[in-house]
């Protein structure tokens, strides 16, 4: 919506929303004078953006305006990877993608060619799923997206039911705030704002991280237990509960199935064992089992790194455990909070059209692009022409030195579309120009918050870059599709691709949400009061009637595919996964590699986004590691020394940060930084294995060890 001037009749503001993957989706006002925008910032009006937006947006201009974004279509002129490009018009690309597409699908069949999106833009038009109704027409393999959440989403859905949980909001009536695995101040800023209210009212607040990340130095209490061993700490929270008659008895009675075998589970994991396995003391664990559950309402906000070690899944379902056991759900501002995007009434088949995939259409998982482009893995027919939108799968997917090989193939036809020459984008044969966010309509949900939050565009595209919804009507058009989900505009989307008539939805319109620019569902704050968990039994599941009976969807892939994790071995119970790549757990591998190696979120990139902007570049710094000074000193390593990070995958070169926020035994390096920028154009992604975690086939990217030497 356009608001009222300020001043002057060539100056107005728009109402938008931040398309980041980022659980706050902040609501935004844009300023025009003259068809240009001349701010960005917080809308005051929203609850849960409260004017402010985070350091890396609120220099969103430097983004839309920097001299170094693609405005046109661009074919590769030199060789791959040198970043040498010359413009052609949209017809030429066009037809050249449309000539190439139909020359290989007549070879190789369309099966030779492998889509690439996921979360580089997160709405409901141009996000995630922009892509699939195309791909699923084309007949292409289709690419299978579990780079993250896809763990988390499928632990609840064993556990508790994709439950959004406790409504953030509710934060401030939490008396015990567990933070665990998630740097809020970095990574969901806005929750702070409840967080901090709730501890003005004399709430306590706790983080359970390996890393005194920015959020634990403010933290009431910190606990660093060793990567990848939460689940053992859980399940020994949980038998100090039972063994001390802490737990509530009548919510478990009522509300719960398998407590029995829970309680069997947990008391295999005595206080002594836990802090064997974590590295807490045991006078900690008792303590923190002790307070969480007397201290009510207690709540818990899960991270998404817990899904990134061998034993995330399980470590997940544990967790989810606790508010259960403990009777937190009872009570407004007690519960668990992970992703609340579950209730948003997306019509995913409408978005989607899983009814165009072709039966027995192959399945490959984006973790393993590296693997699919070499040949590693014997495709038939081999991968012939990639495509990619919304990712930069060469900094955010692993095997980043295959991946560079399989890019770099001459016969490999690869389309990139992008606001930037990333790294990517350096190997394309055709880039093509994307909008930014002020240049398109789009409407936002959230895993943060439970606002739907309506973009308008405040200017005019930019040269001749465009929205991925339009790419995606002009390829469409390029191939001879005339199916109608082809030529829906906009604003038609908007209105198929929700359900408006959803019982959440109840109280909002279209219009309502053009003149607000937000508007929250209709949605309890505190939904599990009286049990009532989106799960088989209705109750909270300690033992998973799913896993039984094995034959779960993965929530992540509810793409219209009939892929499921059948046959798939689930404790029925959670247990405690051992790392694959730890000094207790593959001693032999760590006497070769003995640093665990973990990625965090950099504080001024959102991923790789905004890594190539000088101010956001000033403010982060050179790729760096942090490394703790008895492992340096050991290794004869100084401050802001250049050291190459390896193990038999790859390595890396960066800066030494010697310091105490990391433990003894493990380092840390933050992900984000470009590949062409970093000392030896390689980054942390070169270390990564392809393994996946134990649910949902997330890929285990923090369960990696390593070695770190001084590059002479």
């Avoid at 997206?145 to 989403?153: D, E, M, P, R, V």
């Avoid at 285990?700 to 001084?710: F, H, N, Q």
């Amino acid at each position: 919506m356009t608001i009222a001037p300020n001043s002057g009749e060539d100056e107005h503001r728009v109402l938008g929303a931040c398309p980041h993957d980022c659980p706050d989706t902040c609501s935004m006002i844009t300023t025009v004078q003259n068809g240009q925008a001349i701010d960005v910032r917080g809308n005051p009006d929203h609850p849960f953006t409260r004017g402010t937006l985070c350091g890396k947006v609120d220099k969103f201009l430097d983004r839309v305006y920097s001299p170094d974004r693609v405005l046109y279509p661009l074919r590769r002129s030199g060789v791959k990877g040198s970043g040498q490009f010359e413009r052609i018009s949209w017809d030429e690309a066009l037809k050249e993608i449309g000539d190439r597409f139909q020359s290989i699908i007549a070879k190789y069949g369309a099966e030779a060619i492998m889509p690439y999106c996921f979360s580089g833009h997160q709405g409901i038009l141009n996000g995630l799923m922009v892509s699939d109704a195309f791909f699923n027409r084309l007949g292409a393999t289709i690419a299978e997206k579990t780079l993250c959440s896809s763990g988390c989403a499928t632990a609840f859905e064993l556990s508790c039911g994709l439950t959004y949980g406790l409504d953030p909001e509710a934060f401030v009536e939490s008396k015990y705030i567990v933070l665990w695995a998630s740097n809020v101040i970095t990574t969901n800023i806005h929750l702070w704002h409840f967080i901090t209210e709730a501890r003005k009212r004399g709430a306590k607040l706790v983080v359970i991280d390996p890393i005194r990340t920015r959020t634990a130095r403010q933290a009431d209490w910190h606990l660093a237990p060793r990567p990848g061993t939460d689940a053992a700490l859980a399940l020994g929270m949980i038998n100090i509960i039972i063994q001390e008659n802490l737990a509530d008895a009548d919510y478990i009675e009522k509300y719960s199935v398998g407590y029995a075998e829970l309680k069997a589970r947990a008391s295999e994991f005595p206080v002594d064992r836990v802090s064997q396995i974590t590295g807490i003391s045991v006078e900690d664990i008792q303590t923190l089992a002790q307070d969480y559950a007397k201290i009510q309402p207690s709540v818990i906000r899960l991270g998404v790194a817990l899904e990134r070690q061998t034993g995330g899944g399980n470590a997940i379902r544990a967790i989810c455990c606790l508010p259960a056991l403990v009777g937190a759900w009872r009570k407004l501002g007690g519960g668990l909070v992970q992703a609340t995007l579950w209730p948003f009434p997306l019509n995913f088949d409408v978005i989607q059209r899983p009814d165009f995939i072709r039966p027995k259409t192959r399945i490959v998982n984006q973790w393993h692009l590296g693997r699919a482009l070499t040949g590693e893995m014997e495709l038939d027919p081999p991968i012939q022409a990639l495509f990619v939108c919304n990712s930069n799968p060469l900094l955010s997917a692993a095997d980043q030195d295959k991946m560079v090989a399989g890019l770099s193939r001459e016969e490999l036809f690869t389309v990139v579309s992008e606001q930037f020459f990333t790294d990517t984008a350096s190997f394309a044969d055709i880039i093509l120009p994307a909008a930014t966010q002020i240049e398109q309509l789009e409407i936002m949900f959230s895993w943060g918050h439970l606002y739907l939050t309506y973009n308008s565009p405040a200017i005019q595209p930019l040269g001749e870059a465009v929205s991925n919804t339009e790419l995606f009507r002009r390829l469409a058009a390029a191939m001879g599709f005339t199916d109608d989900c082809f030529q829906l505009s906009d604003e038609q989307m908007v209105q198929e691709f929700l359900d408006w008539s959803a019982p959440v939805m109840e109280g909002i319109s279209l219009e309502r949400l053009q003149q607000q620019g937000y508007a929250k569902l209709k949605l309890s704050q505190s939904p599990h009061a009286e049990g009532n968990f989106p799960t088989p039994s209705g109750k909270m599941e300690f033992v998973s009637s799913l896993a039984q009976n094995g034959d779960f969807v993965i929530p992540s892939l509810r793409q219209g595919l009939t892929d499921r994790q059948s046959g798939e071995v689930v404790d029925r119970v959670p247990n405690y996964i051992p790392p694959a790549e730890s000094v207790l757990s593959n001693p032999n591998l760590a006497a070769r590699y003995p640093l665990s190696l973990l990625s965090i979120k950099p504080h001024s990139f959102l991923n790789s986004s905004y890594g190539n902007l000088p101010k956001h570049l000033k403010l982060e710094g050179s790729l760096k590691i942090l490394i703790h000074p008895q492992d340096a000193e050991a290794r004869g390593i100084v401050h802001k020394q250049c050291v190459r990070v390896f193990n038999e995958r790859g390595d890396f070169q960066a800066i030494a940060h010697i310091t105490d926020d990391v433990q003894l035994g493990v380092v840390a390096s933050p992900l984000g930084q470009w590949r062409r920028l970093s000392p030896i154009s390689k980054t942390l992604a070169a270390l990564v294995a392809t393994t996946y975690s134990d649910l949902g086939k997330a890929g285990a990217v923090s369960d990696t060890l390593v070695e770190v030497i001084v590059v002479v």
